[in-house]
């Protein structure tokens, strides 16, 4: 599976950016995004799973109230919508994906077999 990231950018504190992710096939149902800054650990930032029935959502507390992952399916695309950035939420965001799905979905990045490269933000 391969991922593609985009929407990524330099903006103002209390600006916002929408990340897209594009896997190569939509029968990956559990997505995330996180994030890793220079010199920190890869953290999660949002993670969804999406069945016939339901999707889920989960988010860190950091971004929780302002960050946004939703699954367009039509365009087979998952979204991260940023809203009030901060300083701190500048790094490379990466999207992740598996076939599997776990319950409370994981924000631990050893859980997800697939990886984009990812796309910078830079929030100043």
């Known amino acids: 599976v391969q991922l593609v990231e985009s929407g990524g950018g330099s903006v103002q504190v209390g600006g916002s950016l929408r990340l897209s992710c594009i896997p190569s096939?939509?029968?990956?149902?559990?997505m995330a995004w996180f994030r890793q800054a220079p010199g920190k650990e890869r953290e999660g930032v949002a993670a969804?799973?999406?069945?016939?029935?339901?999707?889920?959502?989960l988010y860190a507390d950091a971004v929780k109230g302002r960050f946004t992952i939703f699954r367009d399916n039509a365009k087979k695309t998952v979204y991260l919508q940023m809203n009030n950035l901060e300083p701190e939420d500048s790094a490379m965001y990466h999207c992740?994906?598996?076939?599997?799905?776990?319950?409370?979905?994981?924000?631990?990045?050893?859980?997800?077999?697939?990886w984009g490269r990812g796309t910078q933000v830079t929030v100043s």
């Open positions: 992740a994906a598996d076939y599997r799905t776990l319950a409370p979905l994981p924000l631990t990045s050893v859980w997800y077999h697939y």
């Open positions: 096939t939509d029968t990956v149902r559990t």
């Open positions: 969804t799973h999406t069945s016939d029935t339901i999707t889920t959502t």
